[in-house]
T-cell receptor
């Protein structure tokens, strides 16, 4: 079967750094996305990884290890507006997105 | 660029009625659109893939006669929930794949919250 695992919820402090992990087992791999979703809103694109390594984009970075079926999203200098759910999604062998259940990130002052 | 709109943003209807949700790509032509459903505190569930000019491809367990999808133009796909029941209450989100991008990024509409009484 196909499976994507993320922690259900994480809590961090404003100004700090947090790492959200995602592990996957899928039939085929054609890339991995991270999306941010605020409550009641649609997801918005954060990052895309298809090769091993770290992709940095401002305060957000995403890492991928294909051999380990593992990715993480790193958020630096946390702001209150970063409180949201973070969704990991893998492009499978048929080029459809397979979604994780999302990690709810709570930022405390 | 790559803006996707949905209409309506929310709808409340009586059980047994039908509801149509529109998904439009505003500044690009989308040959492929996707319809998702998301229940509270759960992930997005792909319902169907909508290809312009052809029949939609439904995911296993999704009733094609209940969730009618029409992708009649390169900028518009519609989802009609027929004979809606309270268990159909959910957040429905469409997305569109932008042609020509190196990777398969999907741009999402703002979603439609359906409440069936």
């Amino acid at each position: 079967g196909q499976n994507i695992d993320q922690p259900t919820e994480m809590t961090a402090t404003e100004g700090a750094i947090v790492q959200i992990n995602c592990t996957y087992q899928t039939s085929g791999f054609n890339g991995l996305f991270w999306y941010q979703q605020h409550a009641g809103e649609a997801p918005t694109f954060l990052s895309y990884n298809v090769l091993d390594g770290l992709e940095e984009k401002g305060r957000f970075s995403s890492f991928l290890s294909r051999s380990k079926g593992y990715s993480y999203l790193l958020l630096k200098e946390l702001q209150m507006k970063d409180s949201a759910s973070y969704l990991c999604a893998v492009i499978g062998s048929n080029y459809q997105l397979i979604w994780g259940a999302g990690t709810k990130l709570i930022i405390k002052p | 660029g790559a803006v996707v709109s949905q209409h309506p943003s929310w709808v409340i209807c009586k059980s047994g009625t039908s509801v149509k949700i529109e998904c439009r790509s505003l500044d690009f032509q989308a040959t492929t659109m996707f319809w998702y459903r998301q229940f509270p505190k759960q992930s997005l569930m792909l319902m169907a893939t909508s290809n312009e000019g052809s029949k939609a491809t439904y995911e296993q367990g999704v009733e094609k006669d209940k969730f009618l999808i029409n992708h009649a133009s390169l900028t518009l796909s519609t989802l009609t929930v027929t004979s809606a029941h309270p268990e159909d209450s959910s957040f429905y989100i469409c997305s569109a794949r932008v042609p020509g991008l190196d990777y398969n990024e999907q741009f999402f509409g703002p979603g439609t919250r359906l409440t069936v009484l």
